[in-house]
């Protein structure tokens, strides 16, 4: 029985020895904080449409796709007007044109569409999610190409605007069918 006190106040004087030095260690020898980049606002310079603007970044006019979203088209020499999209493009502009905004990458998602652009979350200052912000109101789906971070997030906010039938799920257009037949 003396053995075995002994053996386990040898155990306890080993941990104690244990915490101690690491104590010593982290404090003689602290860990650094590494931020890996710091968010910088740049300047929107045009909104081309519901899901896609021009950003000044560093002196170049960089085109940004809004990941996880896509709004109905806009008419133009390449693609015919969508029911909604001329709204869907308005709201942009409304909440992006000449502001300054952060671009949030995605870790798990391609840093570069098929046609080039950027693919980015877009915040501005006061903190709102502009991508998120679009599918609540009803100007935008959830768009699903691949994983991203706030897949989730977003089909909630989509379900939650077909529910409410907002924007490009109300009567105005045939989205809503989707619904009913799920």
Request: hydrophobic letters at 40%.
């Amino acid at each position: 029985m003396i053995q075995a006190r002994l053996k386990l106040s040898k155990w306890i004087f080993i941990i104690v020895v244990a915490i101690i030095l690491s104590g010593l260690i982290g404090y003689f020898f602290p860990h650094e904080l590494t931020i890996k980049e710091v968010p910088v606002l740049y300047r929107v310079v045009e909104v081309i449409d519901g899901d896609t603007v021009k950003v000044e970044m560093n002196g170049q006019i960089e085109i940004v796709r809004l990941l996880g979203i896509d709004t109905p088209e806009v008419s133009t020499q390449y693609t015919s007007e969508e029911c909604y999209g001329k709204e869907a493009s308005e709201k942009t502009k409304e909440l992006l044109e000449n502001k300054e905004i952060y671009l949030i990458p995605d870790p798990q998602s391609l840093d570069r569409d098929t046609y080039g652009r950027l693919l980015r979350y877009v915040f501005l200052p006061d903190g709102a999610f502009i991508n998120a912000e679009l599918i609540k109101e009803g100007y935008a789906f959830n768009y699903i190409y691949g994983p991203f971070q706030f897949m989730e997030h977003f089909d909630y906010l989509e379900k939650q605007a077909k529910e409410s039938r907002l924007g490009l799920w109300g009567e105005i257009c045939d989205y809503y069918f989707e619904i009913e037949n799920q």
